[in-house]
């Protein structure tokens, strides 16, 4: 058990339960915007995917149903600008956090490799590399890293959890920087259909990479534009020359997912509308959590996309968190994604309108 734990950072959320508990205990209920989990429903045409494909006795297999493919690389041309993908350009996923943590491993990384990732950041990305038992390294602009055996470099726009998205300009330089060097890029885009102040790109759009996914791959996830969270639905897109060694990797490991799952998936990203409706809602409650928390004397930073509120007061991120526990409001301390997040909290946006509408009141009485 030792030896495992020494591979593993210290679990951060246990940290918060003290906290927890302090805000539960308000009169009017906790508001709990410490997560990033979906509360509203699954769309019912999704759910009717998943129960018509509820007798599935068979195992399923990795690469998906020819279905899932097709459904995938459709929503790649039609929602990214992705061109000319085929499905040797995608592998789907057993939920985006399983691929962050095992992919290096996966990849064959090991002592003496380096994964970068940013500054801030989710802590997965290290909890991938020290499982690989490779080494790690944050950056602030990953142009600036020393190349020498680094092999894998994160990217995350939007990030969690400041929801700075990179732009155009800054991902054709970091693609063009990687492939002089030879470093294979992860691009976690899973909030890319939540831009509010910007419309954020993806490395798999032609625009940044030249029309070639050499050396790139994209993460996305249903989990949060889709409410699937429960589900366990996502996929990886880009370069075939890493995606079907991956590809053969996990059918040994019998990484699949469910039948049931795969169908829902294929629902899920032939309607945009369920998507559009969902993207008001977060847009509604994060304009009307946003003006509370600024009339509380916070300020925003970045935050032009994904689920969370990147606040700041200027005092310690814990005194922060305790601050608006006494308020029954639980939210994420930035230091649980780096150092530079010791002075803001992440809020976020998924919880129901009720909730939001009492953390509204009681920051603003």
């Avoid at 419309?199 to 996830?221: E, F, K, M, Q, R």
């Avoid at 990886?236 to 049931?260: C, F, N, Q, Y």
Wanted: glycine share 8%; charged share 25%; proline share 7%.
């Amino acid at each position: 058990m030792s030896a495992v734990s020494d591979r593993l950072p210290a679990f951060p959320w246990d940290k918060l339960e003290p906290y927890k508990r302090t805000a539960a205990a308000h009169p009017g209920g906790i508001v709990d915007l410490s997560v990033g989990t979906p509360v509203d429903p699954v769309p019912e045409l999704i759910q009717k995917a998943l129960v018509d494909a509820a007798d599935s006795p068979g195992y399923p297999t990795v690469w998906g149903t020819p279905a899932l493919r097709d459904a995938i690389t459709g929503w790649l041309e039609r929602r990214l600008g992705a061109r000319d993908v085929t499905h040797r350009h995608m592998l789907p996923i057993v939920g985006s956090k399983e691929l962050v943590a095992w992919l290096p491993t996966q990849l064959g990384l090991g002592p003496g490799d380096k994964v970068a990732y940013p500054r801030l950041a989710y802590p997965t990305y290290e909890v991938g590399a020290r499982l690989a038992r490779a080494e790690y390294e944050v950056y602030d602009d990953p142009r600036e890293l020393d190349p020498t055996n680094l092999k894998l470099l994160w990217l995350n726009s939007p990030s969690n959890p400041t929801g700075k998205v990179l732009s155009q300009e800054e991902l054709t330089g970091i693609v063009a920087w990687a492939r002089e060097h030879g470093v294979l890029i992860v691009s976690d885009e899973c909030y890319l259909e939540l831009g509010w102040e910007t419309d954020p790109v993806s490395v798999l759009h032609p625009d940044v990479n030249g029309g070639s996914y050499d050396g790139i791959l994209a993460v996305h996830s249903l989990s949060k534009r889709s409410n699937l969270a429960g589900y366990r639905a996502a996929f990886v897109a880009g370069d075939p020359a890493v995606l079907m060694p991956l590809l053969e990797i996990r059918k040994h490991g019998g990484m699949m997912t469910s039948a049931p799952t795969q169908a829902a998936v294929v629902a899920a990203l032939g309607d945009d509308e369920h998507v559009r409706l969902q993207r008001e809602r977060y847009a509604a409650r994060r304009d009307r959590l946003r003006a509370a928390l600024t009339a509380h004397g916070f300020r925003i930073d970045h935050s032009e996309a994904s689920l969370y509120l990147w606040a700041t007061r200027g005092d310690s991120c814990w005194t922060t968190v305790a601050a608006l526990a006494d308020l029954g409001i639980l939210v994420a301390p930035g230091d649980f994604y780096g150092e530079a997040g010791e002075k803001h909290v992440r809020v976020a946006l998924t919880a129901t309108d009720e909730r939001i509408d009492a953390a509204v009141a009681r920051l603003t009485a």
